[in-house]
Structure formats: C-alpha cells, structure tokens
C-alpha cells in the first residue's frame, strides 16, 4: 500500500503515528505529495488534492486521516483503537471531536500564513488565534479526563499530534502558561510511535 502524505501535514502524523502503533511499516510505502501546487502530478493520483491519501493493494484510495487510521487497526482483525461501546463511547468521540476542531482551527491560521503577505487576512487569523486560546483553555480543563489517560485512542492522538505544532508555530503557545496541559503533551510525546515520527521529522 501506499501512504500519500507531505512531511509536515499533522493529519499525515495521525496516519504515520498508526502505522507505526500497528507495526505496518514494511507493508506501506510513504510517498511525498505535492498539495496546493497548480497543476501538481499528485491530483492525477488524489484529484481533491488533499493528504494523507492511502492507496490499497487493490488500487482503491481512502481519503481522511480517520477513515485512514479506522482502516490500518482493523488491517490485522484486531482493532485497538475503535471507540468503546455504551456511554464512554460517546465520550470517546466528543473528545476526538473537540481535539479535531483545535486542529481544523490551526489548519485555517497556518494555511493563511502560508499565504504571500498581502494575500492574508488579518480577520482570519485574528479569529483563529482566537478560537486556539479558547481551545487551550478548554484542553487545560478537560486533558485529565480518564479517557485522555487510559489506553491510547483517536482523541489522544488528534490531541497530541495537534499540540506538536507548538514547536513549529509562532503564536501557539501553551508551555509555560498551561500547566496540566504541558504534562500532559510530555508524557505523550514520550510515546515510543510519536517519539520515533518526531525523531524522524527532525532528522
Ligand atoms: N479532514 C482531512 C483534512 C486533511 C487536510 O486538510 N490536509 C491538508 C494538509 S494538513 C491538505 O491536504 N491540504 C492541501 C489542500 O488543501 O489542497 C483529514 O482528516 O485527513
């Protein structure tokens, strides 16, 4: 199979991070996207152009980290990560839920400053900066919640994958201000998957 993704998508990460909580890494080949590029080769391969993008063997292609992720843990028959049954199951996918929406914000701010300076629009970002610090705030309430604490799932994943991006975006802040958050994103960083996808993004 293959994996398109570019290096630095965090929706990429989630499929990456599975890959490697799965040990599927010699059964799927990661191949850099060009995404919003005129004319790029990619949309012959993905025509709405988005990552990641996953190729099966028999040439179908998945679309959405999601749907990506759900497909590579029931590869074997042994899904570890669907969503428990009964009333924790709901649990389980507000929290995904609202760990996405952190990240879909983020996407909007970084995507708009990707864009040539006079192209950008100071009422987007000022909106999605907005939206960050309400969503560091709600995080910094909820992270203990037992199921951002017991087996590793989609929400923890979304979050953790959402809160790297501090590193490598000016204005996302959250060390130093939000405590139980900062712990929280250390002790899943420690996470052998996420440790080695990080290791490898700065190597
Ligand atoms: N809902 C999608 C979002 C994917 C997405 O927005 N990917 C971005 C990169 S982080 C992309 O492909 N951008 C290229 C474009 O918009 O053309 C998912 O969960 O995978």
Redesign the pocket.
């Known amino acids: 199979m293959k994996l398109h993704t570019?290096p630095s998508?965090?929706?990429?990460f989630m499929a990456r991070i599975r890959i490697l909580e799965k040990s599927l890494q010699d059964r799927i080949r990661v191949i850099p996207a060009k995404?919003?590029t005129i004319d790029s080769p990619y949309y012959q391969v993905n025509p709405s152009?988005?990552?990641?993008y996953l190729i099966l063997d028999n040439g179908m292609g998945l679309?959405?980290?999601?749907l990506i992720c759900a497909y590579l843990d029931h590869l074997d028959g042994h899904p570890r990560f669907d969503h428990p049954a009964g009333p924790d199951g709901w649990e389980s996918r507000r929290l995904e839920s609202l760990a996405r929406s952190m990240l879909d914000g983020i996407?909007v701010w970084s995507?708009e400053l990707k864009r040539a300076t006079d192209e950008q629009s100071p009422t987007i970002i000022a909106h999605e900066i907005a939206r960050i610090k309400r969503m560091v705030e709600t995080w910094e309430e909820n992270v203990n919640h037992p199921l951002m604490n017991g087996d590793f799932n989609m929400a923890q994943l979304t979050l953790a994958v959402t809160l790297n991006i501090e590193h490598r975006m000016e204005g996302f802040e959250f060390r130093g201000t939000h405590p139980i958050l900062t712990a929280w994103a250390n002790r899943l960083a420690e996470r052998p998957s996420l440790k080695e996808l990080l290791l490898h993004l700065a190597g």
């Open positions: 570019t998508s965090p929706f990429g995404t919003r152009g988005r990552v990641p679309e959405g980290s999601q996407s995507r």
